[in-house]
């Protein structure tokens, strides 16, 4: 999979060099690219922004820079990318959105600062055949200065989903938002050793061995912070008791 992001923060997607998405790009599963995308101004200030049209507050990202930046970036592969642009008046971006990703065998992240980008950009990219269709997609209900740190979130839900990035002991098969039996829960509480901490001790029924009673019981744990966290989440039906 190739991922290329544009930025006029190159330096802020350094982050994707470490721990699971650096050990992705170095053993070949991904491969990331990051532009700059005042390289695709003229003038001698490197101007990417204007005043809005209409008036209003702020400013606006101007559509030539990013026009003649992604009419190159879709030069560089064999393959037809699909356009991301990241931004709070998006589409909600969640689980099932990170598992199209991931299939995908390239995106491309615009990532705007200020008001947003020109909505020209993506009318134009929607329709180019050399593009495999834009989403603009939200990571939630708040607002962040730019996109940069929307686009790390998105891709690393994205490629941890890659097969081969995780390994045996980090599966995703149990996450909160995984399909499967736990799927619509959250994720329960996790312990390990030493059994006893500060007057805390692990619950018993994990340290039973007795796999039908720990997935019982892990079930009603994940039932119970769902409730208590996240009553928007659909409940799942009760089990019985199990004594
Ligand atoms: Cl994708 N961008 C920005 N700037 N703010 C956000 C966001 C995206 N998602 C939530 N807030």
Not at 33 to 59: E, I
Not at 74 to 97: C, K
Not at 99 to 114: D, E, I, K
Request: negative net charge.
């Amino acid at each position: 999979m190739r991922i290329d992001i544009l930025t006029i923060f190159p330096s802020f997607l350094q982050p994707l060099q470490l721990s699971l998405m650096g050990r992705a790009a170095e053993s070949g599963l991904v491969d990331v690219h990051v532009h700059d995308l005042r390289q695709w101004t003229h003038d001698r200030h490197r101007t990417v922004d204007d005043t809005p049209y209409g008036g209003g507050p702020g400013m606006v990202m101007g559509p030539e820079p990013w026009g003649e930046a992604l009419d190159e970036i879709a030069t560089m592969s064999g393959d037809r990318p699909h356009l991301v642009i990241p931004t709070p008046s998006g589409r909600s971006f969640a689980q099932p959105i990170a598992r199209q990703f991931s299939t995908r065998p390239w995106l491309v992240f615009a990532c705007g600062r200020y008001e947003g980008i020109d909505a020209r950009v993506a009318t134009y990219f929607a329709n180019d055949p050399r593009w495999d269709g834009v989403g603009q997609w939200s990571i939630g209900d708040y607002v962040l200065a730019g996109g940069e740190v929307a686009a790390m979130a998105m891709i690393e839900a994205a490629v941890r989903l890659v097969p081969g990035v995780l390994g045996n002991a980090e599966s995703f098969q149990d996450d909160s938002f995984a399909d499967g039996p736990m799927s619509d829960l959250l994720e329960g509480p996790v312990f390990t050793k030493p059994v006893e901490w500060r007057g805390l001790s692990v619950p018993d029924v994990l340290l039973t061995g007795h796999h039908a009673h720990i997935r019982a019981w892990r079930l009603r744990q994940a039932q119970e912070r769902t409730a208590e966290n996240r009553p928007d989440l659909r409940p799942m039906p009760d089990l019985p008791e199990v004594n």
